[in-house]
């Protein structure tokens, strides 16, 4: 069964330091997600991207974020100087036209 | 702006036995989906059911199943047989058919499964 990979499973850095969150979504999907949950809480949304660029956003993602599909694979999410706050589990999620997302595994950043 | 309740924090329930976890929903859209998702310790987001609103079938996967009231917009999870193996974090979530179908997730139920 095809499935969205993220890697890594666990990040852990540096307060102020910049991050780079990866997913490959499933190959012939076209809209893709990223979702926060901070520990103990729900899931959110922050951001959705479609033909390359962002159809949507939460007041979550503000200017230290950014999404990025670099190739024709990857979709990445860039935290450009992390706070404590940021630390949670990040998901990714894809979907075709029409479709329901298949949402990733994980990744577990931590700040410190 | 849509919103997902779930009211019961923590619940627990015997091996077994069955139990109903709650879920309430708030939107102005007449098409969409809804999810029971499990969340383990790992914190991965297993798909457990879905319902599409136009369906007025109750959806069923095995042990779990649905009771959607689209009226009421209610969409409860029933865990029969309830084994060991369930007890984790379950999230609902409404999923909108339009705009960016982006995923509206509940505050969770921890599910505890006693042996």
């Known amino acids: 069964e095809p499935e969205v990979t993220q890697t890594p499973s666990h990040q852990v850095t540096q307060m102020g330091q910049e991050v780079i969150l990866r997913c490959v979504p499933i190959?012939?999907?076209?809209?893709f997600y990223w979702y926060r949950q901070i520990l103990g809480q729900k899931v959110e949304f922050l951001v959705s991207?479609?033909?390359?660029?962002?159809?949507?956003k939460s007041e979550i993602f503000d200017d230290q974020f950014s999404v990025e599909r670099p190739d024709g694979s990857n979709f990445t999410l860039k935290i450009r100087s992390t706070k404590l706050e940021d630390s949670a589990m990040y998901f990714c999620?894809?979907?075709?036209?029409?479709?329901?997302?298949?949402f990733g595994q994980g990744t577990r950043l931590t700040v410190v | 702006a849509q919103t997902v309740t779930q009211s019961q924090p923590e619940m627990s329930v015997q091996e077994a036995e069955t139990v109903t976890l709650s879920c309430t929903y708030d939107?102005?859209?007449?098409?969409?989906?809804l999810f029971w998702y499990k969340q383990p310790p790992s914190r991965q987001m297993i798909l457990v059911i879905r319902?599409?609103?136009?369906?007025?079938q109750n959806a069923t996967e095995n042990r779990f199943s649905v009771n959607f009231q689209k009226a009421a917009k209610s969409f409860s999870l029933k865990i029969s047989d309830s084994q060991l193996g369930d007890t984790a974090m379950y999230f609902c979530?409404?999923?909108?058919?339009?705009?960016?179908?982006?995923?509206?997730f509940g505050t969770g139920t921890r599910l505890k499964v006693l042996a």
């Open positions: 999620a894809s979907r075709v036209s029409g479709g329901l997302a298949f």
């Open positions: 190959s012939n999907h076209l809209y």
């Open positions: 991207f479609y033909n390359n660029e962002i159809s949507e």
């Open positions: 939107t102005s859209e007449n098409n969409y989906y």
């Open positions: 319902q599409e609103a136009y369906k007025q």
């Open positions: 979530a409404f999923m909108p058919t339009s705009g960016t179908y982006k995923y509206i």
